[in-house]
């Protein structure tokens, strides 16, 4: 879905819930109007920001969350405004892009024209002229003609020039609301609101293991058994995969090597692991020259270094799957026989995996996941999960608990 189409339904489900003041300003072309009720609503927008970033100030994840939206909320809006609001954006902030003229767009207008294919008439688009390194994400998917160490920017991708400005000026601001809120500390005003914001903020996807309790439970020689223990099914085929094939396609590559990072595999296991299955197939140079790097960057050492979350299931099951692929979702994009047989090789016998499959036929996905978790570990388990990682967390606390209390005398080998 594109950054329009996201912005469209976001504007809709606001109206939706009556939030009609938010979805106009999100929705803004500028800032011409400058009427009483304009200003009430743009200072409320500003209150707001400002009580959610104390909010989060002192939580390192929530922190994370809400610079994420922060980030591309301003996308959402900037891709609102007309040229004026553009105009008057640059100006309020000290920018000093101009268009280029028409006499310069004429000269490299096939350059132009190469760089951004999808602008059916280059003559009617402005282009902005700034230096390269101010757009490294939109050079490394070359969809900007460079000449000179300058690149020429369409005004559709203008907002690339601008977020990581934004982005460095939220950062800096932490400090300052983490200061705010401790000042505010004693007033019964704030801290009621604080305390119910925070425990309305809700971070399911932001799962990477934090628990060290959890952090003893992952080290490389103990990936075998749990993920016969503890893998959600999706996660079990790729491991198993991995140890038969050596070699798994770009599609499980990143969802597997996501999943390990979630629970806790740091970057320099993750690589000893990818190399040692990887080079039973072929030399060390093959690998470090055409997989190594998918590594680092997973673990957001390359590239653009983000921070880059295990893949949610609905990500998973949105996936493209060929028929030399083992990612995605077993349970939606394999084959039936194929899916009976990786359920008897979990140990279900015929009524087990019956049941399991009928959920699949019926598009019931994460309904099938939920009957194979509890099959799996003689439970019931009353919400659906959302996220591998989840199941996996979930999975080592209910054997950890067993074998804290004595109950299961098998895991204590097996963790």
Request: with cysteine.
């Amino acid at each position: 879905m594109s950054v329009s189409q996201r912005k469209v339904a976001l504007i809709k489900e606001l109206y939706k819930e009556g939030i009609d003041e938010f979805a106009k300003l999100i929705n803004s072309s500028g800032c011409e109007s400058h009427t009483d009720e304009d200003i009430r609503v743009r200072r409320r927008d500003h209150i707001s920001h400002f009580i959610l970033k104390s909010v989060v100030a002192f939580n390192k994840l929530k922190k994370r969350w809400f610079f994420k939206q922060e980030a591309r909320l301003f996308k959402w809006r900037f891709s609102s405004l007309n040229n004026e609001g553009i105009k008057q954006f640059m100006r309020i902030n000290n920018f000093n892009f101009t268009p280029i003229s028409q006499s310069e767009k004429e000269d490299i207008k096939e350059y132009l024209q190469m760089s951004s294919p999808h602008i059916s008439n280059i003559n009617s688009i402005r282009f902005y002229k700034v230096l390269f390194s101010h757009v490294i994400s939109l050079v490394k998917k070359r969809k900007v003609f460079v000449m000179n160490g300058e690149a020429f920017v369409p005004e559709g991708e203008i907002a690339f020039v601008f977020v990581p400005y934004f982005k460095r000026i939220l950062i800096s601001s932490f400090e300052a609301a983490r200061e705010d809120r401790a000042n505010l500390y004693n007033d019964e005003r704030f801290t009621h609101i604080f305390a119910n914001l925070e425990n309305n903020i809700h971070i399911e996807n932001t799962i990477l293991v934090q628990d060290k309790e959890l952090q003893q439970y992952v080290s490389l020689d103990r990936l075998d058994k749990l993920s016969e223990t503890s893998y959600p099914l999706c996660m079990r085929v790729l491991h198993k995969t991995l140890r038969k094939n050596h070699h798994l396609t770009h599609g499980g590559r990143i969802q597997y090597c996501l999943f390990l990072k979630g629970i806790g595999i740091s970057l320099s296991d993750a690589m000893i692991l990818w190399k040692n299955e990887f080079t039973k197939i072929m030399d060390e140079a093959t690998f470090n020259k055409k997989y190594s790097y998918q590594v680092r960057f997973a673990f957001g050492q390359e590239g653009s270094r983000r921070d880059y979350q295990p893949f949610t299931c609905l990500k998973i099951m949105e996936s493209i799957v060929g028929p030399r692929d083992y990612h995605g979702c077993p349970f939606k994009h394999m084959l039936q026989d194929v899916l009976e047989n990786e359920l008897t090789n979990c140990g279900f016998n015929a009524l087990e995996r019956s049941t399991i499959m009928n959920l699949s036929k019926d598009g019931q996905y994460s309904a099938a996941c939920n009957k194979y978790y509890e099959m799996k570990h003689n439970c019931f388990n009353d919400s659906l999960f959302k996220h591998p990682n989840i199941y996996f967390n979930e999975s080592v606390k209910y054997h950890t608990s067993y074998r804290y209390h004595g109950l299961d005398l098998e895991t204590e080998d097996a963790y």
